[in-house]
Protein backbone atom coordinates (compact mmCIF):
# COMPACT_ATOMS: atom_id res chain seq x y z
CA UNK A 1 0.00 0.00 0.00
CA UNK A 2 1.22 3.54 -0.84
CA UNK A 3 -1.15 6.18 0.60
CA UNK A 4 -3.96 4.19 1.47
CA UNK A 5 -4.06 2.67 -2.43
CA UNK A 6 -3.20 -0.60 -3.55
CA UNK A 7 0.03 -1.39 -5.67
CA UNK A 8 0.12 -1.99 -9.49
CA UNK A 9 3.60 -3.08 -11.45
CA UNK A 10 3.90 -3.49 -15.00
CA UNK A 11 6.51 -3.11 -17.59
CA UNK A 12 7.34 -3.35 -21.49
CA UNK A 13 10.53 -4.23 -23.22
CA UNK A 14 11.18 -1.42 -25.86
CA UNK A 15 12.24 -4.08 -28.40
CA UNK A 16 10.87 -4.43 -32.08
CA UNK A 17 8.11 -1.28 -33.01
CA UNK A 18 4.76 -1.49 -30.68
CA UNK A 19 1.44 -2.72 -32.29
CA UNK A 20 -1.84 -2.16 -31.90
CA UNK A 21 -2.40 -5.17 -29.94
CA UNK A 22 0.11 -3.48 -27.21
CA UNK A 23 -1.93 -0.55 -27.49
CA UNK A 24 -5.23 -2.06 -27.18
CA UNK A 25 -4.31 -5.20 -25.02
CA UNK A 26 -2.09 -3.27 -22.59
CA UNK A 27 -1.40 0.41 -22.80
CA UNK A 28 -4.56 1.69 -23.25
CA UNK A 29 -5.50 0.09 -19.87
CA UNK A 30 -3.00 0.71 -17.95
CA UNK A 31 -4.14 4.35 -18.25
CA UNK A 32 -7.98 3.16 -16.70
CA UNK A 33 -5.96 1.45 -13.80
CA UNK A 34 -4.16 4.91 -12.45
CA UNK A 35 -6.42 6.34 -10.34
CA UNK A 36 -7.61 3.06 -8.59
CA UNK A 37 -4.29 1.86 -7.91
CA UNK A 38 -0.61 3.27 -7.13
CA UNK A 39 1.21 2.62 -10.38
CA UNK A 40 4.72 1.84 -11.65
CA UNK A 41 5.10 1.21 -15.35
CA UNK A 42 8.70 0.31 -16.21
CA UNK A 43 10.53 0.40 -19.23
CA UNK A 44 12.49 -3.01 -18.91
CA UNK A 45 15.64 -2.23 -20.36
CA UNK A 46 17.51 -4.67 -18.62
CA UNK A 47 15.50 -7.82 -19.42
CA UNK A 48 16.31 -6.70 -23.65
CA UNK A 49 19.77 -7.03 -23.07
CA UNK A 50 19.30 -10.89 -23.06
CA UNK A 51 18.94 -10.93 -26.63
CA UNK A 52 21.72 -9.18 -28.63
CA UNK A 53 20.78 -5.49 -29.38
CA UNK A 54 22.48 -2.46 -30.57
CA UNK A 55 22.99 -0.18 -28.37
CA UNK A 56 21.85 3.04 -30.25
CA UNK A 57 18.70 1.68 -31.35
CA UNK A 58 18.02 0.21 -27.60
CA UNK A 59 18.26 3.74 -26.11
CA UNK A 60 16.32 5.41 -28.68
CA UNK A 61 13.34 2.85 -28.52
CA UNK A 62 13.41 2.80 -24.99
CA UNK A 63 13.05 6.49 -25.01
CA UNK A 64 10.23 6.72 -27.42
CA UNK A 65 8.44 3.98 -25.08
CA UNK A 66 8.82 6.29 -22.03
CA UNK A 67 7.70 8.66 -24.66
CA UNK A 68 4.98 6.91 -25.83
CA UNK A 69 3.70 5.84 -22.01
CA UNK A 70 2.93 9.48 -21.91
CA UNK A 71 1.84 9.91 -25.46
CA UNK A 72 -0.51 7.23 -24.30
CA UNK A 73 -2.20 9.15 -21.46
CA UNK A 74 -0.17 7.82 -18.49
CA UNK A 75 0.36 10.94 -16.14
CA UNK A 76 4.07 11.28 -15.30
CA UNK A 77 2.98 13.07 -11.75
CA UNK A 78 0.94 10.05 -10.93
CA UNK A 79 2.45 6.99 -12.67
CA UNK A 80 6.20 6.27 -11.61
CA UNK A 81 7.20 5.93 -15.59
CA UNK A 82 11.20 5.02 -15.12
CA UNK A 83 14.02 3.36 -17.18
CA UNK A 84 14.61 -0.34 -15.01
CA UNK A 85 18.48 0.24 -15.46
CA UNK A 86 18.20 3.57 -13.28
CA UNK A 87 17.53 1.83 -10.09
CA UNK A 88 20.40 -0.94 -9.08
CA UNK A 89 17.81 -2.02 -7.26
CA UNK A 90 16.71 -4.60 -9.28
CA UNK A 91 19.56 -6.26 -9.95
CA UNK A 92 20.61 -6.50 -6.59
CA UNK A 93 17.34 -7.92 -5.98
CA UNK A 94 17.45 -10.49 -8.40
CA UNK A 95 20.62 -11.38 -7.63
CA UNK A 96 18.76 -12.87 -3.85
CA UNK A 97 16.02 -13.95 -5.55
CA UNK A 98 18.37 -15.88 -7.54
CA UNK A 99 18.90 -17.63 -4.73
CA UNK A 100 16.02 -18.82 -3.80
CA UNK A 101 15.11 -20.23 -7.33
CA UNK A 102 15.82 -23.41 -8.41
CA UNK A 103 17.45 -24.75 -11.83
CA UNK A 104 14.40 -26.92 -12.31
CA UNK A 105 11.73 -24.09 -11.94
CA UNK A 106 13.61 -22.10 -14.15
CA UNK A 107 13.89 -24.93 -16.94
CA UNK A 108 10.53 -25.25 -17.16
CA UNK A 109 9.53 -22.15 -18.84
CA UNK A 110 7.98 -22.10 -21.61
CA UNK A 111 9.47 -19.03 -23.02
CA UNK A 112 12.75 -19.51 -21.82
CA UNK A 113 12.41 -22.76 -24.00
CA UNK A 114 10.95 -21.05 -27.05
CA UNK A 115 14.05 -17.75 -26.98
CA UNK A 116 16.64 -20.63 -26.54
CA UNK A 117 15.18 -22.47 -29.38
CA UNK A 118 14.75 -19.13 -31.61
CA UNK A 119 18.57 -17.43 -30.72
CA UNK A 120 20.52 -21.09 -30.12
CA UNK A 121 23.39 -18.79 -30.54
CA UNK A 122 23.27 -16.88 -27.68
CA UNK A 123 21.32 -18.97 -25.25
CA UNK A 124 23.14 -17.13 -22.34
CA UNK A 125 22.00 -17.31 -18.53
CA UNK A 126 20.69 -13.76 -18.51
CA UNK A 127 17.69 -15.40 -20.50
CA UNK A 128 17.92 -18.11 -18.43
CA UNK A 129 17.24 -16.48 -15.22
CA UNK A 130 15.02 -13.61 -17.20
CA UNK A 131 11.98 -14.46 -14.46
CA UNK A 132 13.78 -13.72 -11.69
CA UNK A 133 14.62 -10.30 -12.61
CA UNK A 134 10.76 -10.18 -13.62
CA UNK A 135 9.73 -11.20 -9.91
CA UNK A 136 12.38 -8.74 -8.85
CA UNK A 137 10.73 -5.97 -10.62
CA UNK A 138 7.42 -6.91 -9.26
CA UNK A 139 8.67 -7.91 -5.38
CA UNK A 140 10.60 -4.60 -5.29
CA UNK A 141 7.71 -2.31 -4.97
CA UNK A 142 5.49 -4.77 -3.07
CA UNK A 143 2.65 -4.77 -5.96
CA UNK A 144 -0.40 -6.09 -5.16
CA UNK A 145 -1.58 -6.52 -8.65
CA UNK A 146 0.44 -7.04 -11.86
CA UNK A 147 -1.47 -6.24 -15.54
CA UNK A 148 -0.11 -9.05 -17.77
CA UNK A 149 -0.75 -11.64 -20.52
CA UNK A 150 -1.29 -14.94 -20.85
CA UNK A 151 1.88 -15.37 -21.74
CA UNK A 152 3.23 -14.13 -18.59
CA UNK A 153 1.46 -15.91 -16.18
CA UNK A 154 3.80 -18.73 -15.63
CA UNK A 155 6.52 -15.95 -15.04
CA UNK A 156 3.84 -14.34 -12.10
CA UNK A 157 3.03 -17.73 -10.86
CA UNK A 158 6.80 -18.31 -10.17
CA UNK A 159 6.79 -14.29 -8.51
CA UNK A 160 4.73 -15.71 -6.23
CA UNK A 161 5.98 -18.64 -5.36
CA UNK A 162 9.28 -16.76 -4.61
CA UNK A 163 7.62 -14.29 -2.49
CA UNK A 164 5.61 -17.10 -0.75
CA UNK A 165 8.92 -18.93 -0.30
CA UNK A 166 11.20 -16.10 0.90
CA UNK A 167 8.13 -15.19 3.27
CA UNK A 168 8.29 -18.92 4.85
CA UNK A 169 11.58 -18.21 6.07
CA UNK A 170 11.93 -14.89 7.07
CA UNK A 171 8.66 -13.59 7.92
CA UNK A 172 6.18 -11.28 6.21
CA UNK A 173 8.45 -9.30 3.71
CA UNK A 174 6.76 -9.68 0.65
CA UNK A 175 3.50 -8.85 -0.86
CA UNK A 176 2.29 -11.84 -2.93
CA UNK A 177 1.11 -10.31 -6.16
CA UNK A 178 -2.10 -11.26 -8.57
CA UNK A 179 -2.44 -11.09 -11.89
CA UNK A 180 -4.86 -8.59 -12.84
CA UNK A 181 -6.93 -10.02 -15.81
CA UNK A 182 -8.95 -7.13 -17.57
CA UNK A 183 -12.35 -6.83 -18.74
CA UNK A 184 -13.16 -8.51 -21.95
CA UNK A 185 -9.42 -8.27 -22.73
CA UNK A 186 -9.01 -6.87 -26.24
CA UNK A 187 -6.59 -9.81 -27.62
CA UNK A 188 -5.82 -8.89 -31.17
CA UNK A 189 -4.73 -11.24 -33.51
CA UNK A 190 -2.79 -11.17 -36.46
CA UNK A 191 -4.34 -9.85 -39.53
CA UNK A 192 -2.80 -12.03 -41.94
CA UNK A 193 -3.19 -14.98 -39.47
CA UNK A 194 -6.08 -14.57 -36.71
CA UNK A 195 -4.83 -18.04 -35.52
CA UNK A 196 -1.49 -15.97 -34.41
CA UNK A 197 -1.30 -12.65 -31.65
CA UNK A 198 -0.48 -9.49 -33.22
CA UNK A 199 3.29 -9.31 -32.42
CA UNK A 200 6.15 -7.39 -32.97
CA UNK A 201 8.12 -10.09 -34.20
CA UNK A 202 6.08 -10.95 -36.93
CA UNK A 203 7.85 -11.54 -40.15
CA UNK A 204 5.08 -10.34 -42.30
CA UNK A 205 4.24 -6.35 -41.83
CA UNK A 206 0.95 -6.78 -42.71
CA UNK A 207 -0.47 -8.66 -39.97
CA UNK A 208 0.65 -5.84 -37.76
CA UNK A 209 -0.65 -2.18 -37.43
CA UNK A 210 2.11 -0.54 -36.18
CA UNK A 211 1.64 2.28 -33.75
CA UNK A 212 3.87 5.03 -35.99
CA UNK A 213 1.79 3.42 -39.06
CA UNK A 214 0.84 6.28 -41.03
CA UNK A 215 -3.47 6.36 -41.95
CA UNK A 216 -2.56 5.07 -45.57
CA UNK A 217 -0.95 2.35 -44.44
CA UNK A 218 -3.35 1.57 -41.34
CA UNK A 219 -6.29 1.43 -43.91
CA UNK A 220 -4.53 -0.62 -46.59
CA UNK A 221 -3.91 -3.25 -44.04
CA UNK A 222 -7.45 -3.14 -42.61
CA UNK A 223 -8.87 -3.32 -46.42
CA UNK A 224 -6.13 -6.49 -46.82
CA UNK A 225 -7.06 -8.30 -43.63
CA UNK A 226 -7.78 -11.87 -44.37
CA UNK A 227 -11.91 -12.83 -43.60
CA UNK A 228 -13.94 -15.67 -44.99
CA UNK A 229 -16.27 -16.48 -47.73
CA UNK A 230 -19.58 -15.99 -45.71
CA UNK A 231 -20.28 -12.68 -46.50
CA UNK A 232 -22.17 -12.39 -43.50
CA UNK A 233 -21.21 -10.15 -40.22
CA UNK A 234 -21.06 -12.10 -37.10
CA UNK A 235 -19.14 -12.51 -33.95
CA UNK A 236 -18.53 -16.32 -34.27
CA UNK A 237 -14.55 -18.53 -33.54
CA UNK A 238 -15.93 -20.00 -37.11
CA UNK A 239 -14.86 -16.38 -39.01
CA UNK A 240 -11.90 -15.59 -36.76
CA UNK A 241 -10.30 -13.08 -39.23
CA UNK A 242 -13.97 -10.50 -39.58
CA UNK A 243 -14.04 -11.57 -35.59
CA UNK A 244 -11.12 -9.93 -34.65
CA UNK A 245 -11.64 -6.94 -36.88
CA UNK A 246 -15.00 -6.40 -34.76
CA UNK A 247 -12.76 -6.37 -31.58
CA UNK A 248 -10.86 -3.87 -32.98
CA UNK A 249 -13.65 -1.87 -34.12
CA UNK A 250 -15.23 -2.43 -30.73
CA UNK A 251 -12.00 -1.26 -28.58
CA UNK A 252 -11.31 1.46 -30.88
CA UNK A 253 -15.01 2.69 -30.41
CA UNK A 254 -15.97 1.47 -27.08
CA UNK A 255 -19.20 -0.66 -27.97
CA UNK A 256 -19.44 -3.92 -27.36
CA UNK A 257 -18.65 -6.74 -30.15
CA UNK A 258 -22.37 -6.83 -30.00
CA UNK A 259 -23.39 -3.29 -30.80
CA UNK A 260 -20.55 -3.51 -33.69
CA UNK A 261 -22.83 -6.42 -35.34
CA UNK A 262 -25.62 -4.63 -35.08
CA UNK A 263 -24.13 -1.51 -36.41
CA UNK A 264 -22.70 -3.40 -39.23
CA UNK A 265 -25.82 -5.80 -39.92
CA UNK A 266 -26.65 -6.35 -43.55
CA UNK A 267 -23.60 -4.63 -44.27
CA UNK A 268 -20.42 -5.95 -46.96
CA UNK A 269 -17.61 -6.81 -45.32
CA UNK A 270 -15.47 -4.16 -47.93
CA UNK A 271 -17.51 -1.45 -46.37
CA UNK A 272 -16.71 -3.02 -42.51
CA UNK A 273 -12.56 -3.22 -42.90
CA UNK A 274 -13.16 0.47 -44.08
CA UNK A 275 -14.92 1.84 -40.97
CA UNK A 276 -12.17 -0.44 -39.15
CA UNK A 277 -9.19 1.31 -40.73
CA UNK A 278 -10.83 4.94 -39.73
CA UNK A 279 -11.59 3.81 -35.68
CA UNK A 280 -8.05 2.81 -35.84
CA UNK A 281 -6.55 5.84 -37.52
CA UNK A 282 -8.72 7.75 -35.10
CA UNK A 283 -7.05 5.81 -32.12
CA UNK A 284 -3.56 5.96 -33.24
CA UNK A 285 -3.37 9.68 -35.04
CA UNK A 286 -3.99 11.55 -31.78
CA UNK A 287 -1.33 8.91 -30.07
CA UNK A 288 0.60 9.53 -32.85
CA UNK A 289 0.56 13.45 -32.56
CA UNK A 290 0.82 13.24 -28.77
CA UNK A 291 4.37 11.49 -29.16
CA UNK A 292 5.53 14.03 -31.84
CA UNK A 293 4.88 16.98 -29.43
CA UNK A 294 6.38 15.33 -26.39
CA UNK A 295 9.49 13.76 -28.42
CA UNK A 296 10.27 17.53 -29.10
CA UNK A 297 10.38 19.03 -25.21
CA UNK A 298 13.73 17.06 -24.29
CA UNK A 299 13.54 19.14 -20.73
CA UNK A 300 10.65 17.62 -20.20
CA UNK A 301 11.10 14.41 -20.96
CA UNK A 302 13.95 14.43 -19.02
CA UNK A 303 12.77 15.57 -15.92
CA UNK A 304 10.20 12.68 -15.96
CA UNK A 305 13.27 10.58 -16.69
CA UNK A 306 14.89 12.34 -13.44
CA UNK A 307 12.17 12.41 -11.16
CA UNK A 308 10.42 9.14 -11.38
CA UNK A 309 13.44 7.49 -11.16
CA UNK A 310 14.05 9.06 -7.70
CA UNK A 311 10.78 7.85 -6.91
CA UNK A 312 11.35 4.57 -7.82
CA UNK A 313 14.47 4.05 -6.40
CA UNK A 314 13.07 5.46 -3.03
CA UNK A 315 10.07 2.64 -2.96
CA UNK A 316 13.01 -0.25 -4.60
CA UNK A 317 15.82 0.73 -1.60
CA UNK A 318 13.05 0.31 1.38
CA UNK A 319 12.43 -2.86 0.44
CA UNK A 320 16.11 -3.65 -0.56
CA UNK A 321 17.40 -2.51 2.62
CA UNK A 322 14.61 -5.37 4.10
CA UNK A 323 15.29 -8.16 1.93
CA UNK A 324 18.92 -7.39 2.97
CA UNK A 325 18.83 -7.62 6.49
CA UNK A 326 16.72 -10.47 6.31
CA UNK A 327 19.64 -11.86 3.98
CA UNK A 328 22.13 -11.87 6.66
CA UNK A 329 24.08 -8.75 4.89
CA UNK A 330 25.95 -5.99 7.29
CA UNK A 331 24.17 -3.09 8.30
CA UNK A 332 25.53 0.03 6.44
CA UNK A 333 27.41 2.62 8.67
CA UNK A 334 25.64 5.88 8.52
N1 LIG B 1 8.45 -10.03 -19.41
C1 LIG B 1 7.45 -9.04 -19.71
C2 LIG B 1 7.08 -9.16 -21.19
O1 LIG B 1 7.91 -9.46 -21.99
C3 LIG B 1 7.92 -7.65 -19.41
C4 LIG B 1 8.13 -7.47 -17.95
C5 LIG B 1 9.33 -7.40 -17.30
C6 LIG B 1 7.12 -7.35 -16.97
N2 LIG B 1 9.12 -7.22 -15.98
C7 LIG B 1 7.79 -7.21 -15.72
C8 LIG B 1 5.73 -7.38 -17.01
C9 LIG B 1 7.10 -7.12 -14.54
C10 LIG B 1 5.02 -7.26 -15.80
C11 LIG B 1 5.71 -7.13 -14.59
O2 LIG B 1 5.95 -8.87 -21.52
Redesign the pocket.
Known amino acids: MIDGKKVL ?5 ATGNLTLGNYLGALKNWVTLSDEYECFY ?1 V ?1 DM ?1 SITVRQDPATLRKRARNLLTLYIAAGLDPKKNCIYY ?1 SHVSGHAELAWILNCFTYMGELNRMTQFKDKSAKHADNINAGLFT ?1 PV ?2 AA ?2 LLYQADV ?4 V ?2 MQ ?2 ELTRNLAERFNNIYGDVFTVPEAYIGKVGAKIMSLQDPSKKMSKSDENPNGSIYLMDDPDTIMRKCKRAVTDSEACIRYTDQQPGLKNLIDIYSACTGNTPDQTVAEFDGKGYGEFKLAVGEAVVGVLKPLQDEFERLSKDKAYIDAVIKENAEKANYYATKTLRKVQRKAGFPDRIR
Do not use: A
Open positions: FSGMQSVHQYLMDIVPVGDQHL
